[in-house]
Every structure is written in structure tokens, then in C-alpha cells.
């Protein structure tokens, strides 16, 4: 298996950034045979973050390359305070995610009945028109989880839907970004990758750079069914992913 991008060492806060705890995901990163694991914690725990970690431990790990990324949630009124904020180490890659709607956290189940509240097109116009600013921002390498509006499977009609995202995939192409194939929507509610299979397909057609993760929140599920996505992408013609060092992309042959 080639890499695993959206590793999260201190999961939801649950773990401290040790020594320790990151071994475990380094161990199982050797055992499912990835070639490089990308550790990117959630930017609101940076002040917890020790980076320097990462290359005490690396020495022991020959097989493996180490990235050192960052998930960054983005809000369109903060992007000076983001841009000043990834000038506090010198990442690999950064990921841009949306996961909010003003102070709506759409993805947590606790906040689930806000979906009443809306016309399914016009919440996925809203969510999509955020993550284009995110990907103008330039702020970012990898946009995350592309359609994570569906997670509690709420949907709208599929040619509308790829009617919305082409663009966005335009832009990120645009950019130099990539976009991530996240398996951990497979374990969501809406039991499938992130971005779904139509709007890989259009990717592919479109060229844009594909990365692979598993937003791994335990060591466990570090390059969880990364080989499924291999195989997917071999299917449709690929013979790379984007990989990262020091923010310049590089292919990655799979």
C-alpha cells in the first residue's frame, strides 16, 4: 500500500502527543505496508503538538517516510489568523476541511437535527461555496473529505451534485491541491468513500491529483482499506497519488 496522508495521533483530544502514543501508528503502518504515513492532527490542538517527535522516532522506522502535516478547519472570516497560524512549523502538507456551517458542526451527531432545517440543494450549495473559498484561500494542499456534507446521508440528486463539485475540482486543480480519498466515510452513517465514487470518476477525468487517507483516529485503523482504494483507482487508469514534502507535490506510483 503507498501512503496513508490523515493520520490523528491525539485522536479527539483523547491521547496526549507522546513519544509513546505515536509508535503505535507507526507500527501499524509497517505492518499493513505502507511506504508513507502523514500524521496531520486537528490544528486545534497544535499548542499539544510536539513535532520534533517525529524525527527522534524516525530512525527506527527505515521503511517508512514520515510526513508531518496539519488539518486545519477552516472559516471563511479567519484566514489571516489560519495564514499566520501554519507559519508555526514548516509542514509537509496541510489539509483544508470544512466541517462547519457558521456554528453548526455538521458532522457531529449531536447537531443533527439542524438537516430539518434545510433544502437539501441549498445546504450543499452553502457547504460547497465555503469549501471554494478554503481552496482559494491558498492556504492549502489537500482538500479533505470533499463531500462530508453527506455523512448522515442526506443527498441530492447526482447530476446536480457533480454539477456543484466540478467546479470545485477545477479549482483545486487550479491550485496545485489535491484532493484526498478518505476512507472513513465508509464507517459513517453514509457508508461510503469520501468523495463518492461519481466524483472520483470525474477527478480522474479531469486529472486532478488524488491522494489516499483513512483519518485515522487510532493506530488500528492507519491504512484502513487503503488497498480497496489502490485497487479502485488502478481500475479507472491511475498509476499515481500525490504525495508531500515540504509542501511540493510528488507522484507516488501504486
Do not use: C
Not at 19 to 31: C, G, H, T
Amino acid at each position: 500500500m503507498p501512503i496513508d496522508y490523515h493520520v490523528h495521533v491525539v485522536g479527539h483530544g483523547d491521547r496526549e502527543h507522546t513519544k509513546k502514543e505515536i509508535i503505535p501508528f507507526l507500527e501499524k503502518a509497517v505492518e499493513v505496508g505502507l511506504k508513507e504515513i502523514g500524521f496531520a492532527d486537528h490544528d486545534f490542538y497544535l499548542a499539544n503538538l510536539t513535532f520534533q517527535h517525529y524525527k527522534d522516532l524516525i530512525e527506527y522506522f527505515p521503511q517508512l517516510k514520515v510526513r508531518v502535516g496539519l488539518e486545519v478547519d477552516y472559516y471563511p472570516d479567519q484566514e489571516n489568523y489560519l495564514g499566520d497560524l501554519l507559519k508555526s512549523y514548516e509542514y509537509d502538507y496541510v489539509i483544508g476541511s470544512v466541517h462547519n456551517i457558521g456554528d453548526w458542526n455538521f458532522d457531529h451527531p449531536d447537531y443533527i437535527d439542524e438537516y430539518r432545517n434545510w433544502d437539501p440543494e441549498v445546504l450543499y450549495e452553502e457547504y460547497f461555496y465555503i469549501l471554494a473559498k478554503s481552496i482559494n484561500s491558498g492556504l492549502f494542499n489537500i482538500t479533505g473529505h470533499l463531500d462530508l456534507i453527506k455523512v448522515f446521508n442526506y443527498r441530492i440528486e447526482a447530476g446536480r451534485l457533480l454539477s456543484m463539485v466540478g467546479p470545485l475540482l477545477d479549482l483545486i486543480k487550479g491550485r496545485g491541491m489535491a484532493v484526498e480519498i478518505n476512507t472513513n466515510g465508509l464507517f459513517k452513517p453514509v457508508a461510503e468513500l469520501y468523495p463518492s465514487l461519481d466524483i472520483i470518476k470525474l477527478a480522474v477525468e479531469k486529472k486532478v491529483p488524488l491522494t489516499i487517507s483513512s483519518d485515522a483516529h487510532r493506530a488500528e485503523d492507519v491504512g484502513r482499506k487503503n488497498s480497496m482504494v489502490v485497487q479502485l483507482l488502478r481500475e479507472l487508469g491511475v498509476t499515481w497519488v500525490a504525495g508531500f514534502s515540504g509542501k511540493a507535490m510528488y507522484q507516488v506510483k501504486i
